[in-house]
């Protein structure tokens, strides 16, 4: 049996806390909405992360005097979709480009510090489609690529052999919520499409091994089901033993129960939910994400909403094992000084390396948009 403990820091130790300065303002409030996908990556010495602005995504790369937009790459982003899920593999990325009625990938190629643009396509919509939240990209063991993605009460994905060259849409799962969402994500010689049906309160999942054909998935596997389990709220990454963690928000939504579920899967493909972060009465969090560094560590990070002045902060949390127990200890709190809602935080789907910059971002309805090193807290 698991047992999950929520710890903060000591009684007599209050949680620290800093105020931190935009790095960069756009035209467009949450900008680094939304909550299954990952917005920054790294080359060898650069950070970039790509957010929604009013015109289109911009492309940001951080260099020795901040974070500066880049001119020529954003101009040809001009007028495509906002909400941006990027995969790297050396030099190239691709990153789907997600609007309410639009999806489009778009590759870039590094070479001599900067990027490049190699084409945009966009990607097959059936007529009857009115509404798309959000979308995220990865690429098999067989370098075939696969988009997934809400669309009015299904879930459907997109297939690719070589990244440009899209099928039309396979439904992964129907009769969902209108306000449900999916994410999908690279496993060992396989793929995990995770959905949340408020519905049914249910989270399911669904695999296909790489080099099936588009339409030969698993039946649907609950992962958990009941107890208002389910909401919109999922982000993952996969650990160098081959486990799956999934941060979670469920559905129940009472003071002193637990808000969010982590979700642990196995090499075989088993699952363990474990409840953490209660809901105080005067504090509401929401959104999480997850992401780890390859020595071993594991991040979580949640915007925190205060009811007694309406004020936002991102908590920053560690997560630890000890022999059957899962320990959640709050690390740091982020503010900003601006009023205005704060949230959707993001960072990469890499995970994140010893000797190099943790970056995780996060932004508020006014346009600003900051980050933080996770590197400072020790």
């Not at 800093?18 to 909550?35: N, S």
């Not at 957010?51 to 995504?57: A, E, F, L, Q, Y």
Request: glycine fraction near 4%; hydrophobic fraction near 35%.
């Amino acid at each position: 049996m698991i047992i999950c403990r929520q710890e903060s820091f000591p009684q007599k130790k209050k949680v620290p806390g800093i105020y931190v300065t935009p790095i960069y303002k756009v035209d467009y409030g949450d900008a680094t909405a939304d909550k299954p996908q990952s917005k920054s990556w790294a080359t060898e010495h650069e950070q970039w992360l790509i957010v929604g602005d009013k015109d289109g995504p911009k492309l940001l790369k951080k260099d020795v005097s901040g974070w500066s937009p880049q001119t020529v790459i954003n101009k040809q982003l001009t007028n495509l979709p906002r909400k941006a899920d990027v995969f790297k593999k050396e030099n190239d990325v691709h990153i789907v480009l997600v609007d309410e009625r639009n999806l489009s990938v778009v590759k870039m190629t590094y070479s001599k510090d900067k990027y490049k643009i190699q084409w945009k396509q966009t990607l097959s919509i059936p007529e009857n489609c009115h509404s798309i939240e959000t979308a995220t990209i990865t690429q098999d063991s067989k370098n075939e690529f696969w988009v997934c993605a809400d669309m009015n009460e299904t879930i459907m994905v997109w297939h690719s052999l070589d990244g440009k060259n899209w099928s039309t849409p396979f439904t992964i799962a129907d009769n969902i919520n209108k306000d449900d969402i999916s994410l999908i994500v690279k496993l060992e010689n396989q793929l995990s499409v995770i959905w949340s049906n408020q519905n049914t309160q249910t989270i399911y999942e669904r695999i296909h091994y790489d080099g099936n054909k588009l339409d030969k998935w698993s039946q649907p596997i609950i992962i958990q089901q009941g107890n208002n389990n389910a909401d919109d709220h999922l982000n993952a990454t996969v650990l160098e033993s081959g486990e799956m963690m999934v941060a979670s928000k469920n559905s129940v939504d009472k003071i002193n129960q637990p808000q969010f579920v982590l979700r642990i899967r196995d090499k075989k493909g088993n699952w363990t939910n474990i409840p953490y972060e209660p809901l105080k009465k005067g504090k509401s969090p929401s959104r999480p994400i997850i992401n780890h560094v390859t020595s071993g560590k594991i991040f979580e990070a949640h915007s925190v909403k205060s009811k007694e002045n309406n004020r936002y902060y991102i908590s920053v949390n560690e997560i630890t094992k000890t022999k059957n127990k899962y320990i959640f200890k709050e690390l740091i709190r982020l503010k900003t000084k601006i009023k205005g809602k704060n949230g959707d935080v993001t960072s990469s789907k890499d995970p994140f390396f010893s000797k190099k910059s943790k970056f995780i971002f996060f932004s508020g309805d006014l346009g600003n948009i900051y980050s933080f090193d996770l590197d400072l807290l020790f």
